[in-house]
């Protein structure tokens, strides 16, 4: 997955050229939260819970939710290219840990 996220960060990076990299940085951050956003969308349609008379199925949720991830991963390969999957690793061990922890104590 590594080396197809970098080849996509290629990609984008390349056409955001013309963009400070601080800007680019914070338009990918906004990007992680519109992909969500759009899955927040689907699973409304998919509940009835939508005006705009959209239906939506549990695979377009996580067609979006997918989006997301990918949003989110390109942001930290922008972020940080060299550490990304050591910050991200980092993370996702010490938040599970957590989550063991507590799930122990109860």
């Given at each position: 997955m590594g080396r197809h996220l970098e080849k996509l960060s290629a990609v984008c990076q390349a056409a955001g050229s013309?963009?400070?990299?601080e800007e680019l940085k914070a338009l990918q951050v906004g990007k992680v939260a519109e992909e969500a956003d759009e899955a927040m969308h689907a699973l409304h349609g998919l509940k009835g819970l939508t005006t705009?008379?959209?239906?939506h199925t549990w695979p377009?949720?996580?067609?979006?939710?997918?989006?997301?991830?990918?949003?989110?991963?390109?942001?930290?390969?922008y972020i940080d290219p060299t550490g990304a999957r050591?910050?991200?690793d980092e993370i996702l061990h010490r938040r599970t840990r957590r989550g063991r922890e507590a799930?122990?104590?109860a």
């Open positions: 013309h963009l400070p990299d705009c008379g959209d239906d377009e949720v996580q067609n979006d939710l997918v989006g997301a991830v990918i949003a989110a991963l390109l942001a930290m390969h050591t910050t991200f799930a122990a104590a």
